[in-house]
């Protein structure tokens, strides 16, 4: 087994008596082994509740605790202020949503979603706006694989929030966010960056990307499932108010009025963390940081190109997305996804089939499913022949 894959337990099992080939890590990425370590060390060590106990182990997970966010801000050169620890990047949205949107959005506001958003990303902003009945402005597909300052602007101008993918989780693409971000703060945007995927794929740098918003997920970073971060600017933040009650959040409780609330980031984070999460996630990113940025980028670029050419030359395949970025949508002409990915399956690989929470984006490209085939850090050259093995096979039997 390849040296990196061998890192990954969950590599190891056979389906249906083939070698697994994993290429669903857009979806959720499987864990390596010092992550499922981490989380015994915490669970089965000095684990505890943190911040208010007084006895040894409390202090003790609390400190680890804390470093770990500490950890992840230097993963993503962040202010740790701005931290806020949450369950998933769908949570870190709906926060944004209803303790920023609420404050500041009103009828008479409009705000900039685009085609290619995850639902994550459109439905917490849907429910707001039924509330309140701002104007949700939507930018094409078309218009954002050919963006520019001249057919964005109209977009962003006299709206109050741009909410955008860092890189679509259907197809890899990556919005011009370089050009988009200042020009959306320039026209009186707040904006929001959802790094889902993007995180995964490059290294970050919120000090220099200009968002005010930036949410994550664990569970795709190689870390566990119930973690999530969302980073914003701490004074946009300290002018918020909580999102949920209880817990850390409180400064004093009085009744019947009269509570007040923590600072920042506590007064984001009601009710007990996912602690043994976070200090797992940190362990994940040191994982990476070994492998380091460079040597993972130039692995995921050398299969890329590989995946995207064994693909393009399956004349029975129809092809979505844009090549060598390591995510690949497609479908097999004359044939359902689920049928295709159902027969992948049985001949051991793993890929998405369905809508991929991205309704929008299907009905941009005029279908209403198709397969999806992502790599991981761990991703080989078997796993790429074994996918077009499996395909072949699959269009015989189903065309």
């Known amino acids: 087994m390849d040296s990196i894959a061998a890192r990954f337990p969950a590599l190891s099992r056979t389906v249906y008596g083939k070698r697994l080939a994993y290429l669903d890590s857009a979806a959720s990425a499987q864990k390596p082994q010092v992550v499922l370590d981490t989380l015994m060390e915490v669970l089965g060590g000095a684990y505890a509740n943190i911040h208010r106990g007084l006895y040894y182990n409390s202090a003790e997970t609390t400190a680890t605790f804390e470093a770990?966010?500490?950890?992840?801000?230097?993963?993503?050169?962040?202010?740790?202020?701005?931290?806020i620890v949450v369950r998933n990047a769908t949570e870190g949205v709906n926060l944004v949503a209803q303790a920023w949107g609420r404050t500041n959005l009103t009828a008479k506001d409009a705000i900039v979603l685009t085609e290619v958003e995850h639902h994550a990303n459109i439905v917490p902003w849907q429910i707001l706006q039924a509330e309140i009945g701002f104007e949700i402005r939507v930018i094409p597909l078309d218009v954002l694989k050919a963006?520019?300052?001249?057919?964005?602007?109209?977009?962003?101008?006299?709206?109050?929030?741009?909410?955008?993918t860092q890189m679509s989780n259907v197809s890899g693409l990556k919005p011009d966010l370089k050009m988009m971000i200042p020009l959306a703060k320039a026209a009186g945007c707040v904006?929001?960056?959802?790094?889902?995927?993007?995180?995964?794929?490059?290294?970050?740098?919120?000090?220099?990307?200009?968002?005010?918003f930036y949410v994550m997920t664990g569970h795709k970073l190689y870390g566990p499932n119930g973690i999530g971060l969302l980073w914003g600017n701490p004074d946009v933040l300290e002018a918020m108010p909580p999102y949920q009650g209880g817990g850390d959040m409180i400064d004093k409780v009085v009744l019947p009025l009269g509570t007040t609330y923590a600072g920042v980031p506590a007064r984001f984070e009601a009710g007990t963390p996912p602690i043994s999460e976070l200090i797992a996630?940190?362990?994940a990113a040191d994982f990476m940081e070994e492998l380091g940025w460079d040597v993972m980028a130039a692995r995921e670029h050398t299969l890329?190109?590989?995946?995207?050419?064994?693909?393009?030359?399956?004349?029975?395949?129809e092809i979505y997305s844009a090549p060598d970025t390591g995510i690949v949508a497609f479908n097999v002409k004359g044939a359902h996804s689920s049928d295709v990915a159902t027969l992948l399956d049985q001949q051991g690989v793993a890929v998405r089939s369905g809508h991929h929470c991205a309704m929008p984006y299907m009905a941009a490209l005029g279908i209403e499913s198709c397969l999806r085939a992502s790599l991981g850090v761990y991703s080989t050259e078997d796993d790429i022949a074994q996918l077009e093995e499996a395909l072949t096979k699959a269009h015989q039997m189903l065309v």
């Open 68 to 83: 770990a966010r500490e950890r992840m801000a230097r993963f993503l050169n962040a202010d740790p202020r701005g931290l």
């Open 147 to 164: 963006s520019t300052p001249e057919n964005i602007k109209p977009y962003v101008d006299g709206a109050k929030l741009l909410a955008i």
């Open 191 to 212: 904006v929001l960056v959802d790094g889902s995927q993007g995180v995964v794929h490059a290294r970050q740098d919120l000090s220099t990307l200009g968002a005010d």
């Open 281 to 283: 996630l940190a362990a």
């Open 304 to 317: 890329a190109v590989r995946l995207s050419a064994m693909m393009a030359g399956l004349d029975f395949v």
